[in-house]
């Protein structure tokens, strides 16, 4: 059996609530990330923004608003005000199979892992693609 603890990312960014849309933004411009879970100073999970999230916080391109002054709005919105926090969570110790079907049926991107409140982990699509070409691999070449 796996579990997904044996997958789950633990190398995590992660931002506070009242930390800006802009750090937002740019964080996951540099670190090429689509999630990031939302912690509050004990490392408890508060929430999830996503890619998604962003740009529907973002004025439109057809609003005519330069990129100066949407990173100057960006700054003074805090990512608590746009996060998620009906988020669906697992355990390390969720079966891997299981947390699969929970990401294919929901349409989820990703699943914040937890013991208790605590953030241990994320589990994302990445992950599973990562894993299917493992086993690809493991299959056409024994």
């Known amino acids: ?3 997904v603890g044996d997958l789950m990312s633990t190398g995590l960014f992660t931002l506070k609530k009242t930390d800006s849309l802009r ?3 740019s964080l996951m411009q540099l670190a090429r990330i689509r ?3 939302i912690v509050d100073g004990k490392g408890d999970f508060q929430g999830l923004l996503t890619h998604r ?3 529907s ?4 391109r057809f609003a005519d608003v330069d990129e100066a002054v949407q ?8 990512v608590g005000e746009i996060m998620r926090t009906d988020v669906v969570r697992v355990h390390p110790d969720t079966l891997l199979r299981d947390a699969a079907e929970l990401l294919l049926h929901h349409k989820y991107g990703c699943l914040p ?5 605590r953030l241990v982990g994320i589990v994302t699509e990445a992950d599973f693609l990562k894993l299917t070409i493992s086993l690809l691999d493991a299959v056409e070449h024994p």
């Open 35 to 37: 999630h990031i879970p």
């Open 53 to 55: 999230d962003i740009l």
């Open 113 to 117: 892992v937890t013991e208790g409140d």
């Open 71 to 78: 990173n100057e709005i960006d700054a003074g919105i805090p």
């Open 1 to 3: 059996m796996l579990y």
């Open 23 to 25: 750090a937002a933004r």
């Open 57 to 60: 916080a973002t004025i439109s």
